[in-house]
C-alpha cells in the first residue's frame, strides 16, 4: 500500500509539475484556460522534438498539427460571403459583405501569424476574426496563404503576400469588388504583423502602385533579427506561448533549415562587425520608455562572424525584419495602430517601432496590453477563448472602424 500511495504521489508530482505554467500575476482572468494552453502547446513542441531526433518528422511538421486540428472550410452566412480563390496565384480566402450591396466598401489585407512556419488562413480563429471585421466595417478582407517554412524560406513568404497586394490594388480589382481605394489597410499578427509592416514599407515606395494604403493595424509584430537580448527576451524568456527558445527557432526557420543559424542567435552572436552600424536601429536603452527598461542596462551585442551575413543576407533584409530602416523609409507611412503585449518577447519591437514612428513624424496609436501573453488575439473562441483576446479583438475591430 506504502509503495503504491508513493508511487501515486510521485506521478501527482510529476504531472503537476509538467502541466504548471508560471503565470503573471497580474494576469487575473482564465488563468487555468492560459496554463492549461501553454501545457498543450508545450506537449505538442515536446512531441516535435522529440519525432524530429528521432528522425520522424521535421520539428515544424509536427507542430503544424494544431494548423490542420484548427482547420475550418470557407462557408458563407446570412451576414458575409466566404470563398476560396487565388490572386496573382497565392491562395487567398475572400470574406464580402452582404450588407450594404450597392455602397462602396472598406478593405483589409490580413495577413496570420504563425512564426512564417504555422498558421493559415482556414484557420478557424482567423476565420472568425475576418469574418467579424467583415460584417462590423462593411469591408472586403483578403486573407493571405502564403507559403511557410521549411519548405520555403525568406523572402517567399513576403514576395506571396507582395504578389497579392499589388494584384488587389489595382484599381480595375478594387472596381470588380466595389472597394472605396482610398480606405484601404493592412494588418497582420505577429509573424503577420511583420509582413504587415514590411509591406507597408516596400508599398510606400513601390512607382507602380497608385493606391495608398490609409492605415496599418500591427498586433504583437516582429520586428527584428539582430538584437535577441532585448528586455523582453530577458523578462519573458519562458512566457506561455510564445518562449525566446520558440521564437528563435521561427526566426531560424524563416531564413535556414542549418540549425547553426539558430545557435548563433540563442546566444546573440549572429550578426556580423561590418553590419555594426545596424544596432543604432534597436538600440533599446535610446528606443524604449523607461518602464519597459526595468533596470535592465545595455550592453554592446556580441559579433558574430561575417560568414553568417554572407550566407544569410536575408537576416538583415528590411523586408524580414522592418525595422532595420533610416527614417527616410519610414517618413510617408500611414496611419499606425500597434498593439503589444506586456509578457510578450516580441514586446520590445512593437515599442521601439512606436518610437521611431513617431520620431520620423508618423501619427501612431499605441495599445499596450498589461495583463496579456503573445497571440491572445488567437484566442477568441470557445472553448479556449480568453478574455484579454476578447478585449482585444473589440478595440481593434472598434479603432478599425473608427479609421479605416
Known sequence: MGIKFLGLLIASVLVAYYIYSPIPENVKEDR??????STLFRTVGDVATIAEKLGFAHYMDVM?????????????????IVTDTEFNDVPVRL??????????????????????????????????????????????????????????????QFEDVYAVAKYFLRSSVLDQYNVDSSRVCVAGDSAGGNLAAAL?????????????????????PALQ???????????????PILPKSLMVKFWGEYFTTDTSLQEAMETNQHVPVESSGLFKFVNWSDWL??????????????????????????????????????????????????????????????????????????PVVHEHVEDS??????????????SVGQRMAKNYIEWLNENL
Open 32 to 37: 487555468w484556460k492560459l496554463m492549461f494552453l
Open 95 to 156: 470574406y464580402i459583405p452582404k450588407g450594404q450591396p450597392d455602397s462602396l466598401k472598406r478593405a483589409m489585407i490580413y495577413l496570420h501569424g504563425g512564426g512564417w512556419c504555422l498558421g493559415g488562413k482556414g484557420m478557424k480563429s482567423y476565420d472568425f476574426l475576418s469574418r467579424w471585421t467583415s460584417e462590423k466595417l462593411n469591408a472586403v478582407i483578403v486573407s493571405v496563404d502564403y507559403r511557410l517554412a521549411p519548405k520555403y524560406h525568406f523572402p517567399v
Open 225 to 239: 533579427t539582430i538584437d535577441l537580448a532585448l528586455p523582453s527576451y530577458r523578462d519573458n524568456e519562458n512566457m
Open 289 to 362: 520608455p523607461e518602464r519597459f527598461k526595468k533596470g535592465h542596462i545595455y550592453t554592446s551585442p556580441l559579433h558574430g562572424s561575417s560568414k553568417v551575413g554572407q550566407k544569410y543576407p536575408g537576416l538583415l533584409d528590411p523586408r524580414a525584419a522592418p525595422l532595420l530602416v533610416d527614417d527616410t523609409k519610414l517618413q510617408g507611412l500611414p496611419l499606425t495602430y500597434v498593439i503589444t503585449c506586456q509578457h510578450d518577447v516580441l514586446r520590445d519591437d512593437g515599442v521601439m517601432y512606436v518610437s521611431r514612428l513617431r520620431e520620423a513624424g508618423v
Open 200 to 220: 507597408a514599407q516596400q508599398l510606400l515606395h513601390d512607382p507602380e502602385v497608385k493606391v495608398k494604403l490609409k492605415i496599418q493595424a500591427l498586433i504583437y
Open 64 to 80: 503544424m498539427m494544431i494548423t490542420r486540428f484548427d482547420y475550418t472550410p470557407p462557408v458563407s452566412d446570412e451576414k458575409v
Open 373 to 386: 501573453v503573445h497571440g491572445a488575439l488567437t484566442f477568441i473562441m470557445n472553448p479556449f477563448n480568453l
